[in-house]
């Protein structure tokens, strides 16, 4: 399995960008992906999840309102469209591949970078003020 961000750059506050996440390997479609970043001397920290289906999304309280998370399984794609950005949005960006289906799972516990098994090589996202 492998994951290929892309789409990140040096962004105005308040502009938009949007990540694409690749991902090979056929059991992309029955799983839950994730977003995470991780900022200059931080933690990496949950963003944005998505079940299997699209049917469920679930965004940290940072960028609730301004993010959205969205996949299309005919292409193993993952999506973040990142709106009114903001200087404290600057940090790597990585797309991680989640376990399982998730099912039975809250997503407070799918927020946690232990349930993902494998992760992209990370996209770089500068929001300048």
């Known amino acids: 399995v492998q994951l290929q961000a892309s789409g990140g750059g040096l962004v105005l506050a308040g502009g938009s960008l949007r990540l694409s996440c690749a991902a090979s390997?056929?059991?992309?479609?029955?799983?839950?992906m994730g977003w995470f970043r991780q900022g200059p001397g931080k933690e990496r920290e949950f963003v944005a999840g998505i079940s299997w289906s699209g049917g469920s999304t679930y965004y940290s309280d940072s960028v609730k309102g301004r993010f959205t998370i969205s996949r299309d399984n005919a292409k193993n794609t993952v999506y973040l469209q990142m709106n009114s950005l903001k200087p404290e949005d600057t940090a790597v960006y990585y797309c991680?591949?989640?376990?399982?289906?998730?099912?039975?799972?809250?997503?407070?516990?799918?927020?946690?970078?232990?349930?993902?098994?494998?992760w992209g090589q990370g996209t770089q996202v500068t929001v300048s003020s």
């Open positions: 991680a591949r989640g376990k399982g289906t998730g099912y039975g799972s809250s997503w407070y516990r799918l927020a946690k970078t232990d349930q993902y098994d494998y």
């Open positions: 390997g056929r059991t992309f479609s029955s799983v839950y």
